[in-house]
């Protein structure tokens, strides 16, 4: 029963944090999140809303990170994807794009062939894109 308080006031604090005004906050309310262990999909899906409308690159770059050890998860599959065509920084798009290669995400190249005919990506992006598209297809190691 006290695990189950702990772990409930672990979540609880992960989301006030998120909802934070500074961006340290709301990097310490990520960094809370690794101390939930199971988050449920109410942590998940903020931690999704952080990665998608954070003003604060530094912050979105560690959602994607949090975010990476529940890949396993549906829901944040499906978030990271329709995440890669939300974002405008092209740090957090590379973060996205070497996060699907890693995980061999085969749900991204649909996304990835859309940036990838997009003019307004940056060329960075666009050419770890092209790379990432001939190591899903192409089924070669990194």
Do not use: C
């Not at 998940?44 to 990170?65: I, S």
């Amino acid at each position: 029963h006290l695990r189950e308080e702990v772990h409930s006031m672990r979540q609880l604090v992960t989301l006030s944090l998120l909802q934070q005004q500074s961006p340290s906050e709301r990097l310490r309310g990520v960094s809370w999140s690794y101390q939930v262990g199971q988050p449920d999909s109410e942590v998940l899906d903020a931690l999704l809303q952080t990665l998608n409308h954070d003003p604060n690159v530094n912050v979105r770059l560690a959602a994607v990170d949090a975010l990476s050890s529940f890949f396993d998860r549906a829901m944040v599959r499906q978030g990271l994807v329709q995440s890669l065509a939300k974002q405008n920084s092209p740090l957090i798009q590379i973060a996205l794009v070497d996060l699907m290669i890693e995980q061999r995400e085969q749900l991204a190249v649909n996304t990835f062939r859309q940036l990838e005919q997009d003019k307004e990506t940056n060329q960075a992006v666009r050419q770890r894109i092209e790379w990432g598209i001939q190591q899903l297809e192409g089924g070669q190691k990194q």
